[in-house]
């Protein structure tokens, strides 16, 4: 299988999260990919996620329901380690829809609403960071 080349940063979509043009951050030194969520409330074994952020236009939907979702320790870059809720989602690059874990961390004040790390680039992409946007464009030809 010959691997995608992709940028340091891309829009993409999460059609199951009905967020679409979304600016993510393509990260190898992070192994998990993380999304932003503004409000998460755990009742009844269910997450009801809110993902929306004043910065980013594009990134706004209603409440969604997660049954199936877990928890996971994540490292920061300054070694801080967190505990956060983890699901399981899609996504599109380059018009091909894949399966990809996604842990939920209020990223308001960051200038990309989603980090895509290693474990979901691992054996499907290479990273040229002197690109941008290379599956956006592909879905804009």
């Given at each position: 299988m010959t691997k995608k080349?992709?940028?340091?940063?891309d829009k993409v979509d999460f059609p199951k999260l009905n967020l679409f043009n979304v600016d993510v951050k393509i990260d190898t030194g992070?192994?998990?990919?993380?999304?932003?969520?503004?409000?998460?409330?755990?009742?009844?074994?269910?997450?009801?996620?809110?993902?929306s952020s004043k910065g980013h236009p594009n990134f706004k939907s209603e409440n969604i329901i997660f049954e199936n979702y877990s928890r996971t320790d994540v490292k920061s870059s300054n070694g801080f380690k967190e505990n956060r809720f983890k699901i399981k989602s899609e996504v599109i690059f380059f018009g091909k829809t894949y399966r990809i874990n996604l842990t939920l961390s209020t990223?308001?004040?960051?200038?990309?609403?989603?980090?895509?790390g290693r474990q979901f680039l691992s054996k499907k992409f290479m990273v040229d960071v002197d690109l941008e946007n290379q599956s956006y464009n592909y879905k804009q030809a």
């Amino acid at each position: 299988m010959t691997k995608k080349i992709i940028g340091r940063v891309d829009k993409v979509d999460f059609p199951k999260l009905n967020l679409f043009n979304v600016d993510v951050k393509i990260d190898t030194g992070a192994y998990t990919s993380a999304i932003h969520c503004s409000e998460i409330i755990e009742e009844n074994n269910t997450l009801r996620c809110t993902f929306s952020s004043k910065g980013h236009p594009n990134f706004k939907s209603e409440n969604i329901i997660f049954e199936n979702y877990s928890r996971t320790d994540v490292k920061s870059s300054n070694g801080f380690k967190e505990n956060r809720f983890k699901i399981k989602s899609e996504v599109i690059f380059f018009g091909k829809t894949y399966r990809i874990n996604l842990t939920l961390s209020t990223r308001d004040d960051m200038k990309f609403p989603v980090l895509i790390g290693r474990q979901f680039l691992s054996k499907k992409f290479m990273v040229d960071v002197d690109l941008e946007n290379q599956s956006y464009n592909y879905k804009q030809a």
